[in-house]
């Protein structure tokens, strides 16, 4: 088990995020009861664990699929711009789309990415984020579930990365100020 205690506080524990997602499962499964057509959209990385337990709690007929876009770089900060590094494999014209995101920060990601999205002529286009800071939102996101609002601060684990790293942790935790102070050189 991949702990790092010394350079992680823990925000949300392991056990947390499980209970979280039957919870979302359960609603998720509600609204997509009378549907076969339902594709499952993880973004990559950052939502490559939550969609492997999600979609394991989920009983549906579902098929999986996903994509990458870039708005990060190394760092801190998002950048306005975004990327697509790797396209579906699959269509998604008149089928059910639920996109599986692991954060929503600005929102520019999504925001550039339902559109896209949208072009492919799909039935509907739905999104559960496993985290949400709302205060650092640009652009307003409608989002059906969402499994924790979470402060201002910069999480790793449970998918997410500092520069790669971390994204095996457990658990979504804080980094130590200490850390990124003396990777990135500054307060
Ligand atoms: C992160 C995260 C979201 C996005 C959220 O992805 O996974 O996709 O940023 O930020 P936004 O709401 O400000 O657009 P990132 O580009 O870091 O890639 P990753 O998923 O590979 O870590």
């Not at 989002?143 to 457990?170: A, C, H, S, T």
């Amino acid at each position: 088990m991949v702990t790092r205690p010394y350079v992680i506080d823990e925000m949300i524990s392991a056990k947390s995020i499980a209970a979280r997602i039957e919870e979302l499962c359960r609603e998720i499964q509600k609204e997509f009861a009378d549907t076969d057509k339902l594709v499952v959209v993880g973004l990559l990385r950052g939502s490559f664990v939550f969609i492997a337990d999600l979609v394991r709690e989920l009983d549906l007929p579902i098929e999986v699929d996903f994509l990458e876009a870039s708005s990060y770089g190394d760092g801190m900060e998002s950048t306005q711009e975004v990327r697509i590094l790797k396209d579906l494999r699959g269509g998604i014209e008149g089928r059910d789309v639920l996109i599986v995101e692991d954060i929503i920060d600005t929102g520019i990601t999504l925001n550039y990415l339902t559109n896209y999205l949208a072009g492919k002529n799909p039935r509907s286009v739905k999104i559960v984020t496993l985290l949400s800071k709302p205060a650092r939102r640009v652009v307003e996101i409608p989002v059906e579930w969402m499994g924790f609002e979470i402060p201002d601060k910069f999480v790793v684990g449970y998918g997410l990365d500092f520069g790669e790293q971390y994204r095996n942790l457990p658990y979504v935790g804080v980094l130590k100020p200490s850390m990124y102070t003396a990777i990135l050189g500054k307060e």
